[in-house]
Protein backbone atom coordinates (compact mmCIF):
# COMPACT_ATOMS: atom_id res chain seq x y z
CA UNK A 1 0.00 0.00 0.00
CA UNK A 2 1.42 3.46 -0.98
CA UNK A 3 1.80 5.80 2.16
CA UNK A 4 -0.36 8.21 2.33
CA UNK A 5 2.17 11.38 1.66
CA UNK A 6 2.24 9.70 -1.78
CA UNK A 7 -1.10 9.28 -2.63
CA UNK A 8 -1.96 13.12 -1.45
CA UNK A 9 0.93 13.89 -3.96
CA UNK A 10 -0.37 11.80 -6.93
CA UNK A 11 -3.24 14.77 -6.10
CA UNK A 12 -5.84 12.47 -4.11
CA UNK A 13 -7.87 14.12 -1.72
CA UNK A 14 -8.51 11.56 1.25
CA UNK A 15 -11.49 11.01 4.02
CA UNK A 16 -10.08 10.54 7.69
CA UNK A 17 -12.79 9.23 10.10
CA UNK A 18 -14.66 10.97 13.24
CA UNK A 19 -15.15 11.20 16.92
CA UNK A 20 -14.00 8.21 19.13
CA UNK A 21 -14.69 9.95 22.54
CA UNK A 22 -17.96 9.97 21.95
CA UNK A 23 -18.95 6.50 21.00
CA UNK A 24 -17.42 5.01 23.46
CA UNK A 25 -19.29 6.97 25.96
CA UNK A 26 -22.27 6.37 23.54
CA UNK A 27 -21.73 2.66 24.76
CA UNK A 28 -21.30 3.00 28.11
CA UNK A 29 -17.69 4.41 29.01
CA UNK A 30 -18.36 6.20 32.14
CA UNK A 31 -16.53 9.78 33.31
CA UNK A 32 -13.04 8.59 34.81
CA UNK A 33 -12.73 5.10 32.98
CA UNK A 34 -9.82 4.70 30.58
CA UNK A 35 -10.98 4.73 27.27
CA UNK A 36 -7.48 2.30 26.17
CA UNK A 37 -9.09 -0.71 28.63
CA UNK A 38 -11.61 -0.65 26.30
CA UNK A 39 -9.33 -1.98 23.77
CA UNK A 40 -9.37 -5.60 25.71
CA UNK A 41 -12.19 -5.17 28.04
CA UNK A 42 -14.76 -4.60 25.43
CA UNK A 43 -13.02 -5.12 21.63
CA UNK A 44 -16.34 -5.50 19.94
CA UNK A 45 -17.68 -2.33 20.73
CA UNK A 46 -13.90 -0.71 19.80
CA UNK A 47 -14.02 -3.17 16.54
CA UNK A 48 -17.47 -1.82 16.09
CA UNK A 49 -16.29 2.05 15.73
CA UNK A 50 -13.76 1.32 13.56
CA UNK A 51 -16.04 -0.81 11.18
CA UNK A 52 -18.80 2.09 11.50
CA UNK A 53 -15.85 4.55 9.49
CA UNK A 54 -14.86 2.02 7.11
CA UNK A 55 -18.32 1.59 6.15
CA UNK A 56 -18.75 5.15 5.85
CA UNK A 57 -16.12 5.39 3.36
CA UNK A 58 -12.92 6.47 5.30
CA UNK A 59 -9.27 6.07 3.62
CA UNK A 60 -7.61 6.15 6.69
CA UNK A 61 -8.77 5.00 9.99
CA UNK A 62 -7.87 5.45 13.77
CA UNK A 63 -7.19 3.75 16.63
CA UNK A 64 -8.40 3.86 20.34
CA UNK A 65 -5.22 4.94 21.86
CA UNK A 66 -5.01 8.81 22.25
CA UNK A 67 -4.44 8.45 26.00
CA UNK A 68 -2.22 5.41 25.46
CA UNK A 69 1.11 6.65 26.66
CA UNK A 70 3.02 4.78 30.11
CA UNK A 71 2.12 8.72 31.64
CA UNK A 72 -1.02 9.03 31.38
CA UNK A 73 -1.72 5.38 32.00
CA UNK A 74 -0.32 5.57 35.27
CA UNK A 75 -3.30 7.74 36.11
CA UNK A 76 -5.28 4.52 36.35
CA UNK A 77 -2.70 2.41 37.14
CA UNK A 78 -1.98 1.15 34.03
CA UNK A 79 1.50 1.94 33.30
CA UNK A 80 2.36 -1.44 33.18
CA UNK A 81 -0.03 -2.94 30.24
CA UNK A 82 1.06 0.24 27.84
CA UNK A 83 2.43 -2.11 25.41
CA UNK A 84 -0.76 -4.42 25.50
CA UNK A 85 -3.56 -2.05 25.39
CA UNK A 86 -1.56 -0.02 22.31
CA UNK A 87 -0.92 -3.18 20.19
CA UNK A 88 -4.66 -4.14 20.90
CA UNK A 89 -5.70 -0.71 19.96
CA UNK A 90 -3.85 -0.79 16.59
CA UNK A 91 -4.95 -4.39 16.23
CA UNK A 92 -8.21 -3.50 16.30
CA UNK A 93 -8.25 -0.81 13.85
CA UNK A 94 -6.47 -2.84 11.21
CA UNK A 95 -8.57 -5.46 11.67
CA UNK A 96 -11.31 -3.47 10.58
CA UNK A 97 -9.47 -1.69 7.74
CA UNK A 98 -8.31 -4.62 5.79
CA UNK A 99 -5.33 -3.82 3.62
CA UNK A 100 -6.76 -1.51 1.73
CA UNK A 101 -6.89 1.61 4.40
CA UNK A 102 -4.59 3.26 6.74
CA UNK A 103 -4.48 2.66 10.01
CA UNK A 104 -3.41 5.88 11.66
CA UNK A 105 -2.55 5.82 15.04
CA UNK A 106 -3.86 7.98 17.68
CA UNK A 107 -0.99 9.46 19.75
CA UNK A 108 -2.29 12.30 22.13
CA UNK A 109 0.02 14.78 24.52
CA UNK A 110 0.97 13.29 27.84
CA UNK A 111 -0.25 15.90 29.95
CA UNK A 112 3.26 16.47 31.27
CA UNK A 113 4.78 19.89 31.22
CA UNK A 114 8.56 20.54 30.30
CA UNK A 115 8.22 24.11 31.40
CA UNK A 116 6.86 23.36 34.60
CA UNK A 117 9.43 20.44 35.34
CA UNK A 118 6.45 17.77 35.40
CA UNK A 119 8.88 15.51 33.04
CA UNK A 120 12.20 15.78 31.71
CA UNK A 121 12.76 15.22 27.86
CA UNK A 122 14.19 11.80 28.03
CA UNK A 123 11.05 10.72 29.86
CA UNK A 124 8.90 12.38 27.19
CA UNK A 125 11.11 10.56 24.52
CA UNK A 126 10.95 7.35 26.05
CA UNK A 127 6.97 7.05 26.62
CA UNK A 128 6.40 8.61 22.87
CA UNK A 129 9.01 5.54 22.33
CA UNK A 130 6.82 3.00 23.98
CA UNK A 131 3.52 3.72 22.31
CA UNK A 132 4.89 4.35 18.67
CA UNK A 133 6.44 0.34 18.97
CA UNK A 134 3.23 -0.83 20.22
CA UNK A 135 1.33 0.75 17.77
CA UNK A 136 3.21 -0.59 15.03
CA UNK A 137 3.33 -4.26 16.20
CA UNK A 138 -0.42 -4.29 16.77
CA UNK A 139 -0.55 -3.14 12.85
CA UNK A 140 -0.38 0.55 11.61
CA UNK A 141 1.61 1.81 9.45
CA UNK A 142 1.28 5.51 10.12
CA UNK A 143 0.47 7.69 13.55
CA UNK A 144 -1.23 11.18 14.18
CA UNK A 145 0.52 13.05 17.09
CA UNK A 146 -2.27 14.88 17.66
CA UNK A 147 -3.96 17.63 19.87
CA UNK A 148 -0.71 19.20 20.69
CA UNK A 149 0.29 22.77 21.79
CA UNK A 150 4.02 22.52 22.58
CA UNK A 151 6.68 22.45 20.17
CA UNK A 152 9.47 20.67 22.67
CA UNK A 153 6.40 17.95 23.41
CA UNK A 154 5.50 17.74 19.50
CA UNK A 155 9.15 17.30 18.50
CA UNK A 156 10.07 14.49 20.81
CA UNK A 157 6.87 13.30 20.12
CA UNK A 158 8.05 12.99 16.36
CA UNK A 159 11.26 12.14 16.61
CA UNK A 160 10.59 9.29 18.44
CA UNK A 161 8.11 7.97 16.07
CA UNK A 162 10.57 8.56 13.28
CA UNK A 163 13.64 7.15 15.22
CA UNK A 164 12.17 3.69 15.96
CA UNK A 165 9.16 2.82 14.14
CA UNK A 166 8.90 2.86 9.97
CA UNK A 167 5.60 4.66 10.85
CA UNK A 168 4.85 7.85 8.42
CA UNK A 169 4.24 11.09 10.89
CA UNK A 170 1.55 13.16 10.91
CA UNK A 171 1.25 16.16 13.65
CA UNK A 172 -1.87 18.44 14.22
CA UNK A 173 -1.97 21.08 16.40
CA UNK A 174 -5.30 22.38 18.48
CA UNK A 175 -5.62 26.14 17.66
CA UNK A 176 -7.94 28.94 19.35
CA UNK A 177 -9.14 32.31 17.39
CA UNK A 178 -7.75 35.37 19.76
CA UNK A 179 -9.28 38.49 20.01
CA UNK A 180 -7.03 39.88 17.54
CA UNK A 181 -8.78 37.13 15.27
CA UNK A 182 -4.98 35.31 14.95
CA UNK A 183 -5.05 31.38 15.69
CA UNK A 184 -2.92 30.38 18.18
CA UNK A 185 -2.82 27.38 20.65
CA UNK A 186 -2.73 27.69 24.53
CA UNK A 187 1.02 28.09 24.48
CA UNK A 188 0.81 30.82 21.48
CA UNK A 189 2.28 28.59 18.74
CA UNK A 190 1.11 30.08 15.56
CA UNK A 191 -0.16 27.45 12.45
CA UNK A 192 3.12 29.33 10.33
CA UNK A 193 5.29 28.33 13.56
CA UNK A 194 4.11 25.19 14.14
CA UNK A 195 4.55 24.25 10.14
CA UNK A 196 7.75 25.61 9.77
CA UNK A 197 9.16 23.55 13.10
CA UNK A 198 7.19 20.26 12.64
CA UNK A 199 8.48 20.26 9.38
CA UNK A 200 12.00 20.44 10.18
CA UNK A 201 11.25 17.45 13.46
CA UNK A 202 11.01 15.16 10.64
CA UNK A 203 6.82 15.23 10.50
CA UNK A 204 5.32 13.94 6.86
CA UNK A 205 2.08 15.39 7.19
CA UNK A 206 1.04 18.29 9.33
CA UNK A 207 -2.25 19.96 10.26
CA UNK A 208 -4.93 21.08 12.85
CA UNK A 209 -7.51 18.60 14.84
CA UNK A 210 -10.49 19.41 17.25
CA UNK A 211 -11.33 23.26 19.03
CA UNK A 212 -12.78 24.50 15.35
CA UNK A 213 -15.71 23.70 13.22
CA UNK A 214 -14.72 23.38 9.47
CA UNK A 215 -15.45 26.98 9.21
CA UNK A 216 -12.83 27.95 11.15
CA UNK A 217 -10.20 24.74 10.33
CA UNK A 218 -10.40 26.69 6.59
CA UNK A 219 -8.28 29.92 7.63
CA UNK A 220 -5.99 27.85 9.55
CA UNK A 221 -5.74 25.71 6.57
CA UNK A 222 -4.87 28.52 4.43
CA UNK A 223 -2.04 29.57 6.73
CA UNK A 224 -0.54 26.09 6.89
CA UNK A 225 -0.92 25.98 3.19
CA UNK A 226 1.24 29.57 2.88
CA UNK A 227 3.85 28.58 5.32
CA UNK A 228 4.05 24.71 3.97
CA UNK A 229 3.83 24.46 -0.43
CA UNK A 230 4.62 21.08 -0.56
CA UNK A 231 3.56 19.26 3.25
CA UNK A 232 0.42 17.28 3.08
CA UNK A 233 -2.01 18.73 5.34
CA UNK A 234 -4.89 17.22 7.56
CA UNK A 235 -7.95 18.69 8.84
CA UNK A 236 -9.72 16.47 11.98
CA UNK A 237 -12.41 19.31 12.41
CA UNK A 238 -15.17 19.28 15.23
CA UNK A 239 -19.09 18.94 13.95
CA UNK A 240 -19.04 22.59 14.70
CA UNK A 241 -18.29 24.73 18.12
CA UNK A 242 -20.13 22.97 20.82
CA UNK A 243 -23.24 24.41 22.58
CA UNK A 244 -24.25 23.86 25.99
CA UNK A 245 -27.65 22.22 26.61
CA UNK A 246 -29.28 21.22 29.82
CA UNK A 247 -25.59 20.60 30.98
CA UNK A 248 -24.61 18.65 27.93
CA UNK A 249 -21.86 19.63 25.42
CA UNK A 250 -23.85 18.62 21.59
CA UNK A 251 -22.29 19.93 18.45
CA UNK A 252 -24.35 21.76 15.62
CA UNK A 253 -23.35 20.95 12.22
CA UNK A 254 -25.48 18.54 11.07
CA UNK A 255 -23.70 15.78 8.04
CA UNK A 256 -25.05 18.14 5.18
CA UNK A 257 -23.12 21.30 6.50
CA UNK A 258 -20.04 20.01 7.39
CA UNK A 259 -19.40 18.77 4.01
CA UNK A 260 -20.19 21.84 2.61
CA UNK A 261 -17.98 23.24 4.57
CA UNK A 262 -15.32 21.00 4.58
CA UNK A 263 -14.90 21.53 0.83
CA UNK A 264 -13.94 25.63 1.81
CA UNK A 265 -11.07 23.44 3.93
CA UNK A 266 -10.27 21.69 0.89
CA UNK A 267 -10.20 24.60 -1.27
CA UNK A 268 -7.99 26.94 1.35
CA UNK A 269 -5.04 23.86 1.18
CA UNK A 270 -6.05 20.46 3.09
CA UNK A 271 -5.19 17.25 1.51
CA UNK A 272 -7.14 15.42 4.00
CA UNK A 273 -10.47 16.07 6.01
CA UNK A 274 -12.31 14.22 8.47
CA UNK A 275 -14.10 14.82 11.98
CA UNK A 276 -12.75 15.65 15.29
CA UNK A 277 -15.84 15.71 18.49
CA UNK A 278 -19.03 15.35 17.25
CA UNK A 279 -18.63 13.67 14.18
CA UNK A 280 -20.17 10.47 12.98
CA UNK A 281 -20.03 7.96 10.86
CA UNK A 282 -23.17 10.32 8.71
CA UNK A 283 -20.36 13.25 8.61
CA UNK A 284 -17.51 11.58 7.33
CA UNK A 285 -20.04 9.65 4.70
CA UNK A 286 -21.06 13.34 3.54
CA UNK A 287 -17.50 14.52 3.47
CA UNK A 288 -17.26 11.10 1.08
CA UNK A 289 -19.34 11.84 -1.14
CA UNK A 290 -18.56 15.23 -1.42
CA UNK A 291 -14.84 13.81 -2.19
CA UNK A 292 -16.28 11.87 -4.88
CA UNK A 293 -17.30 15.28 -6.05
CA UNK A 294 -13.96 16.26 -6.49
CA UNK A 295 -15.20 18.90 -3.25
CA UNK A 296 -16.52 21.26 -5.89
CA UNK A 297 -18.29 24.50 -5.06
Not at 64 to 74: A, D, P, T
Not at 234 to 262: I, K, Q, S, W
Not at 279 to 284: D, L, R, S
Request: hydrophobic share 45%.
Amino acid sequence: MKRIAEKVREGRTLVSDGAWGTFLQKNGLRPGDCPELWNVEHRDAVLDIARAYVEAGSDMIETNSFGGSRLKLEYYGLADRTAELNEAAAAISRAAAGDARHVLASIGPTGKMLLMGDVTEEQLYEAFKEQALALERGGADACCIETFADLDEARLAIRAAKENTKLEVACTFTFEKTRQGEYRTMMGVSPTAMAETLIAAGADIIGANCGNGMERMAAIAGELRQAAPETPILVHANAGMPVNVDGVDTFPEDPATMARLAVHVVKAGANIVGGCCGATPAHIRAIRSAAQQRFSL
